[in-house]
């Protein structure tokens, strides 16, 4: 089976945003994606781009993507990638999709001469995680990841907000 990867264009949108779809469902987070086409236009093709993604093809059908952005790190003073997501229909699992997008990855890292490449993993998907272990990749201890979304993003915005209340 040959694997082509490649840069998404705009044109991918629609297939972009199945992939994400059928994520976030192997997540068991379905009904959280409230992304639409438009949405994904505009930040990953529009004025200013906030993430590139990658597809891969098999035999000229979408098999997977990746989807990342560039971060900062202030210890190595350099940037980093990392991966949001990366997903790979069941139908391509176990054929080298993924170990293909994420040799892409780490190609383009060292290309960019950033100094990590890194993404986050559910604790319950194992399989995942064994997938990347073997890659050589090391979990990191002693670190939570925080996020603010909704009414507590809205509410510590707020000018002169207390973000205890």
């Known amino acids: 089976m040959s694997i082509a990867l490649r840069f998404a264009t705009a044109a991918d949108v629609p297939q972009i945003l199945q992939f994400i779809r059928a994520l976030a469902d ?3 987070l379905g009904p ?18 906030y993430a590139e993604v990658v597809i891969a093809d098999c ?3 979408p098999a997977g993507f990746a989807l990342f952005f560039h971060n900062y790190s202030t210890f190595l003073g350099k940037p980093g990638i990392f991966l949001e997501d990366l997903f790979v229909d069941p139908a391509y699992r176990k054929r080298g999709v993924g170990a293909a997008l ?9 290309t960019r ?8 993993a559910l604790n319950w998907n194992q399989l995942a995680i064994d997938f990347y272990l073997q890659l050589g990749a090391t979990p990191m201890s002693g670190w939570h990841n925080y996020r603010l979304t909704g009414e507590a993003l809205q509410r510590l915005a707020r000018p002169g907000s207390d973000s205890r209340s």
Request: glycine letters at 10%.
């Open 102 to 110: 994420l040799r892409y990855l780490a190609q383009l890292t060292v």
């Open 32 to 49: 959280e994606v409230i992304a639409s086409e438009a949405g994904l236009r505009t930040t990953l093709f529009g004025e200013r781009r």
């Open 59 to 61: 035999e000229g059908a």
């Open 26 to 28: 192997y997540e068991k």
């Open 113 to 120: 001469d950033c100094g990590r490449l890194e993404w986050s």
